[in-house]
């Protein structure tokens, strides 16, 4: 059975950094590429970023780009969302989600449907 369970979200001040991480069972991550993907209330989903198997790849949304940042460990299956200089906005549940990739260091187009699977998500919460 495969699982991605999200850790590490929590409550921060504006201005505040955290680190959710993404750990994945039942599969084998290097053969994913993995993304974070956000959802703040009354709001669609959003894209956040995105991390090729191989690591070297990164991709982000624009309004988080130079803020936050995706690595992974593949040896402990695990990826994680490096947060900084945190916003109101920033605001949401954050979910981890991955899909096979033929590519080790290339990220393909991949709308957010594509993503084949999902963890449960973890509330990240900027507040004064």
């Known amino acids: 059975q495969v699982q991605l369970v999200e850790s590490g979200g929590g409550s921060v001040q504006p201005g505040g950094s955290l680190i959710p991480s993404c750990a994945a069972s039942?599969?084998?991550?290097?053969?994913?590429?993995a993304g974070w993907i956000r959802q703040a209330p009354g709001k669609e989903r959003e894209f956040v970023g995105r991390?090729?198997?191989?690591?070297?790849?990164?991709d982000y949304a624009d309004s988080v780009k130079a803020r936050f940042t995706i690595s992974r460990d593949n040896a402990k299956n695990t990826v994680y969302l490096q947060m900084n200089s945190l916003k109101p906005e920033d605001t949401a549940v954050y979910y981890c989600?991955?899909?096979?990739?033929?590519?080790?260091?290339?990220?393909?187009?991949?709308?957010?449907?594509?993503?084949?699977?999902w963890g449960q998500g973890t509330q990240v919460t900027v507040s004064s």
């Open positions: 989600a991955a899909y096979p990739s033929p590519y080790a260091s290339v990220l393909m187009a991949r709308r957010i449907d594509e993503y084949d699977y």
């Open positions: 039942g599969l084998t991550l290097d053969d994913y590429a």
């Open positions: 991390i090729s198997r191989s690591g070297v790849s990164t």
